[in-house]
């Protein structure tokens, strides 16, 4: 079993026209740091109409993750992202919540989670529901490839690219 380093990433970053003042965390979480978690999930947003994870999954799901993210900007939970262990494969999940979304969150989740699953050797899949155009745009961004479909969600993956 692949365990993950408890790490924490803080960035400053520049946006369109200028510096940012806020600080960006990325860290990892386990189910023991539940409350950001719940925090995140209750100030979503419409964003969890198309996230549906933890809809009919307890936070004790957490214990299956390979690796399991939270993004912060000034202290709030913003983005969530984790690759879930289940049987053979890797599955990729992320979600931004809706007072964040088009500010790169997505992306920056992204690049974290496949430097992690890249650094581990691990092939990724995804579902996207037909409707997230966005989320499935920013997936192709990231080499995904479809692979099958069904009447909700498209399906992709992504080989390890070491």
């Avoid at 790490?7 to 369109?16: E, W």
């Avoid at 214990?63 to 993004?71: F, G, S």
């Avoid at 399906?155 to 070491?162: A, E, M, T, Y």
């Amino acid at each position: 079993m692949i365990t993950p380093l408890i790490i924490i990433k803080n960035l400053d970053f520049v946006m369109r026209g200028g510096i940012i003042e806020c600080m960006m965390t990325i860290k990892i979480i386990d189910v023991y740091d539940t409350d950001d978690l719940k925090m995140f999930l209750d100030n979503c947003g419409v964003s969890l109409q198309t996230f549906s994870y933890f809809d009919k999954r307890s936070f004790d799901v957490l214990n299956d993750h390979v690796l399991t993210l939270l993004i912060f900007d000034n202290d709030k939970p913003v983005g969530y992202g984790h690759l879930d262990k289940e049987g053979d494969v890797i599955w990729l999940g992320i979600c931004v919540s809706e007072q964040s979304l088009n500010k790169g969150y997505g992306g920056i989740i992204m690049r974290e989670l496949l430097s992690y699953a890249d650094d581990n050797n691990l092939d990724i899949q995804l579902s996207v529901m037909k409707n997230n155009i966005v989320a499935y745009n920013l997936y192709k961004k990231f080499d995904f490839k479809q692979f099958k479909e069904d009447s909700d969600n498209v399906f992709l993956k992504r080989p390890c690219s070491v």
